[in-house]
């Protein structure tokens, strides 16, 4: 009968800070919800798996198999826990992770000890040791310890467990760390017990449940009530033992701890025995027996198997007495059938290393003779070996000139467009200045000479002085308005103060006075100004494609539709007029076209054009990027 409990989670649960985004708090977030919040834990191990499609992907592939397997853990869903404990294993070895690669060993070390294979458990405790070692993990360092020794203890080397479990204590107990704290005393109960020495495993079992209280940790409070009941039972202290055990099962149900339940019920089975409660021993062995087939410990099985033949033999039901004897005979085969093949292949592993010595000793001959044919080969490999250095030398460097020149045809590229944009931009300046210095000239100049006669005809005073004033006024009406469509070409003051809303609706209703051309405006998302530069070129690029259509077009309906969402802005130019070849456009003399795209570039956009030749309708597009950073206006 098995006397030693487990605390499984105490392993793998830490403190952790508080809730995060961070990627690595919540991983640690959620070792903290094993017991209070199961289903969080799928939660954030789902949110991790997430997130590893863009970060970081195994180590955050290996945080949520790690979650997720200890989960199954927890409900003794053996095979599914093992599968993840692999999975976590696998990704954290490829980041790599020493502190996971450690925690995926000590896991996987504690599954197959629960299924009782313990040469392999001994196997990733010691690799686990080794790793922690390694980095200075102190925590799980220790934690390989005690858990060797219970392998030990399982194997029935007690002397050397109880030591182990010690040197485990005097490590742990200045760190005060009640899941460690909690742990050591656990082991020292559990390993007392098989001294004899029952004071000694209630004084430290009583300890290690205090702090399992403290600590909230149901499967752990349950594993001390249950190595409690042990130690009653072995003290025929069975009312005692009966009280422990009956709380152990409450918090075993209520964390849905399988595999302790399946120990507790055998423990029950044994003390009901004792006690000759032949049908209650019966009825906790039937549970013990569906308990440890679903979690697949067949030495348990057996054990319960056995007792069950003798509790049936005990109530002199002897039919289900034999069928529960051909059960245990057959279920102990097939055990001890198990335990020869695994017999069987250690020995052919022995033989086949004793095989290749032999192997290794005749080759060792073959070897020498080799030698010296070897060395012949050396001074031709090592020939070729320098051939072929040289070759990859040669091709490195022509791909290095290669990808040189290629360098210096982009960025000759770079620099002849960049000087068409230049180019373009002075040629817009220069036509910007021609055509203010002749509005100015027309215009202001007649209305200025015309103001000078007005005035000039005070002096032979043959007119009414009113009649000449209120000339004077509509002439200085006249050129405020002139001065003031001047201005608004070179820089309207809306688009400073008020947006390039206001100023595109500003521009239409210019326009829309002339009674020769209807231009509407349309905008979405703009409810937030947009930053200097995208404002400027939009309305340059406006401008500019409204002009044209004004002067070139036959069309009498222009469209201005302006959007912003969260990744692009995209101006929407759109008339009825007639439809023409875009590449003589591309391609002319003038430079609407350049400006407007260096306009596009400054903002990250590009240009579009829809027309087609002898077909009514034209479409301008500009797409342009959204800019995050907050724009500085005048």
Same mark, same amino acid.
Request: hydrophobic fraction near 40%.
């Given at each position: ?60 592939? *290996? ?72 980095? *200075? ?23 050397? *467990? ?41 004084? +430290? ?145 022995? +033989? ?186 939009? +309305? ?11 002067? +070139? ?57 829809? !027309? !087609? ?22």
């Amino acid at each position: 009968m098995k006397k030693i409990y487990l605390l499984l989670i105490a392993l793998i649960t830490t403190n952790a800070p508080s809730f995060s985004q961070n990627p690595e708090a919540i991983y640690e977030k959620a070792k903290t919800y094993y017991f209070t919040q199961p289903d969080s834990v799928f939660t954030i191990a789902a949110m991790l798996d997430s997130i590893a499609t863009n970060e970081a992907p195994d180590l955050n592939y *290996a945080r949520a198999a790690h979650l997720r397997g200890v989960m199954f853990q927890l409900r003794s869903k053996s095979d599914s826990a093992l599968r993840l404990f692999e999975k976590m294993d696998y990704h954290s070895e490829r980041v790599p992770d020493s502190t996971l690669i450690t925690i995926a060993a000590l896991s996987k070390g504690l599954m197959f000890a629960n299924l009782g294979a313990l040469d392999s458990a001994m196997f990733y405790y010691f690799k686990g040791e080794k790793v922690a070692a390694s980095i *200075a993990a102190d925590k799980y360092h220790q934690r390989a310890m005690a858990e060797i020794a219970r392998i030990l203890s399982m194997k029935g080397d007690h002397e050397a *467990a109880l030591t182990k479990y010690r040197k485990y204590f005097q490590l742990v107990k200045d760190t005060k760390n009640p899941n460690d704290l909690a742990t050591a005393y656990a082991y020292l109960g559990a390993e007392f017990m098989f001294f004899g020495q029952h004071d000694s495993s209630l004084y +430290y079992m009583n300890r290690a449940l205090t702090l399992q209280k403290q600590l909230g940790n149901i499967p752990g409070i349950a594993a001390a009530q249950l190595n409690k009941g042990s130690i009653f039972q072995e003290q025929q202290k069975f009312d005692s033992a009966i009280y422990y055990y009956q709380a152990a099962r409450d918090n075993y149900e209520t964390a849905r701890f399988t595999q302790g339940l399946g120990q507790l019920n055998l423990n029950l089975a044994s003390l009901h025995l004792n006690v000759g409660n032949t049908l209650q021993a019966i009825s906790s062995l039937n549970e013990a027996i569906t308990f440890s087939q679903m979690i697949g410990d067949l030495h348990a099985v057996v054990e319960e198997h056995r007792l069950l033949s003798e509790a049936y033999s005990l109530q002199e039901q002897y039919t289900l007495a034999f069928q529960t004897l051909k059960e245990y005979v057959t279920l102990n085969d097939s055990l001890i059938g198990i335990e020869k093949e695994k017999s069987i292949q250690e020995l052919q592993t022995r +033989y086949e290393s004793e095989k290749k010595e032999q192997q290794i000793a005749l080759q060792i001959s073959e070897i020498s003779e080799q030698k010296v044919q070897n060395q012949r080969n050396l001074a031709v490999i090592i020939g070729l070996i320098f051939i072929v250095v040289l070759l990859i030398s040669v091709i490195l460097l022509v791909r290095s000139r290669a990808r040189k020149k290629q360098v210096l045809l982009q960025k000759e590229s770079e620099i002849n467009l960049r000087e068409k944009q230049i180019e373009a931009a002075i040629s817009s300046q220069e036509k910007e200045r021609s055509r203010v210095a002749k509005d100015l000239h027309d215009g202001f100049g007649q209305m200025i000479s015309v103001l000078n006669l007005n005035l000039k005809s005070l002096e032979v005073g043959d007119k009414d002085k009113h009649e000449v004033f209120e000339n004077s006024s509509k002439v200085l009406d006249e050129m405020y308005q002139e001065l003031k469509g001047i201005c608004f070409n070179l820089m309207p003051q809306t688009l400073i103060k008020h947006g390039i809303t206001a100023t595109l609706q500003e521009f239409a209703s210019r326009i829309n006075l002339t009674d020769q051309i209807l231009v509407e405006t349309d905008f979405f998302g703009l409810e937030e100004r947009l930053t200097d530069v995208q404002e400027i070129s939009l +309305y340059r690029i406006s401008q500019e494609w409204v002009n044209n259509v004004i002067k +070139y077009s036959d069309a009498n309906k222009v469209m201005i539709q302006l959007t912003k969402d969260e990744k692009e802005i995209t101006l929407l130019i759109e008339d009825n007029g007639s439809g023409f070849d875009p590449e003589l456009l591309k391609q002319g003399k003038g430079n609407g076209w350049k400006n407007m795209n260096s306009r596009a570039n400054l903002i990250n956009g590009e240009l579009e054009l829809d !027309t !087609t030749p002898g077909i009514k309708g034209n479409t301008l597009i500009v797409n342009a990027q959204t800019f995050v950073e907050e724009p500085i206006h005048a």
